[in-house]
């Protein structure tokens, strides 16, 4: 049974975008493959921390869907 991920409201028409240079690509392809591992786990313990309980549940979800 699957639940149904439902957008919070206040997220409605929102999202966000980003540009990358060619210089910033050119850095991270002289990335080993620790330093990237290295830095994603760091990113996701900066996200697990800032997320709430419903919102962890919510991507658990996300990701089983």
């Known amino acids: 049974m699957s639940i149904p991920i439902i957008p ?4 409605a028409d929102k999202g966000f975008h980003y540009t990358v240079t060619d210089e910033q690509i050119k850095e991270h392809q002289k990335r080993s493959v620790k330093e ?3 830095w994603l786990e760091e990113t996701n313990k900066f996200i697990y921390a800032m997320q ?4 962890r549940a919510r991507m ?3 990701k089983n869907f």
């Open 36 to 38: 990237i591992f290295e």
């Open 60 to 62: 658990r979800r996300a």
């Open 52 to 55: 709430t309980p419903e919102e």
């Open 8 to 11: 919070k409201a206040e997220n």
